[in-house]
């Protein structure tokens, strides 16, 4: 609560001096700034919210008096003139806190056209890759849900493709264990962490992209991946199991699905995939058509003007 007022008072200042007409607010964890500032200003709140944080930070890490922590996230979600959520999952969370329907939008998240986009030049690939006949990439985070040890399970059948794991995260160290467990060291890199901008250069190097999400079935799917949507504008086949709204992103030959969970199926595709170049490249083509016209940014930013200005007086 009192770094939430010293937060307060300084958005106050900066408030009264811009006078704005809406707020646009990312919620976070006993965020209750921007909610509080609404109501001061009698101007609506716009709140964007990316995960239920409460049931994820008591699940992956450490949180004192949930029941507390609960209430205040319902209080703040129901508060806002506008809920943005980025899934349908988080859609469903927000009317089980009690939001009022008609306040909810969903808004997935998008991309940078301006720096994902198909063509240009491509990282340089690794000594170690170079002797593969194909490289399946993934780019992220190295956590527990992402599933980069199914990917790699995935791969112990196919010893000419590669893989260019780019990313850190709490994982790394034992997902270089398993590579090397699984006799796949001489053909996976770990690359760390790369700057964001460069990031589009790496998908130009891979010929496909894994984004193979392990996760426990009973919990909605409630995130909207942006390494999906970035590597589908630069013009790659994505492989990904079928959660949440990923299936409907890479249907109608924009990309490959299988069943979550199904890492034999998810093998199969990838050794399909790797004699295939055609498909991959008809994918990709028609996941970069895709993204450009309904993910991008831009799309997200003049969507979420539409309903500034709707709520305004």
């Not at 306040?103 to 301006?114: A, E, W, Y």
């Not at 426990?216 to 959660?243: C, H, N, W």
Request: net charge neutral.
């Amino acid at each position: 609560p009192r770094l939430m007022n010293v937060m307060f008072d300084l958005a106050r200042e900066v408030a009264d001096a811009f006078h704005p007409d809406v707020i646009y607010e990312r919620y976070s964890l006993f965020g209750n700034v921007g909610i509080r500032l609404g109501q001061r200003l009698r101007v609506p709140v716009l709140l964007e919210v990316n995960a239920p944080l409460v049931w994820e930070e008591a699940r992956y890490r450490q949180l004192d008096n949930v029941d507390e922590a609960r209430r205040v996230e319902s209080d703040i979600w129901r508060s806002a003139t506008r809920f943005l959520a980025i899934s349908r999952a988080l859609e469903q969370w927000a009317l089980a806190a009690g939001v009022d329907p008609e306040r909810i939008v969903r808004i997935p998240n998008g991309f940078d056209p301006t720096q994902f986009y198909p063509g240009g030049p491509a990282r340089e690939l690794p000594e170690l890759l170079r002797r593969q006949t194909t490289v399946v990439g993934f780019i992220g985070s190295l956590k527990p849900w992402h599933g980069v040890d199914a990917l790699l399970k995935a791969l112990i059948p196919h010893p000419r493709i590669g893989c260019w794991i780019v990313g850190q995260g709490p994982e790394r160290f034992r997902l270089e264990a398993l590579a090397s467990r699984w006799g796949l060291a001489s053909r996976v890199v770990f690359e760390g962490s790369v700057p964001s901008e460069s990031v589009r250069s790496y998908y130009q190097a891979m010929d496909l992209v894994a984004a193979p999400y392990e996760l426990d079935t009973q919990v909605d799917f409630y995130f909207s991946p942006l390494k999906i949507v970035e590597a589908m504008a630069t013009g790659k086949a994505v492989v990904a199991p079928r959660v949440g709204e990923i299936g409907e992103w890479l249907a109608d030959g924009r990309g490959f699905t299988y069943p979550h969970g199904d890492i034999g199926e998810l093998s199969r595709i990838l050794g399909y995939l790797a004699s295939r170049p055609d498909l991959r490249s008809l994918a990709g083509a028609n996941a970069a058509r895709w993204v450009r016209g309904t993910r991008s940014w831009n799309h997200t930013a003049r969507t979420v003007l539409q309903w500034a200005r709707k709520d305004t007086p």
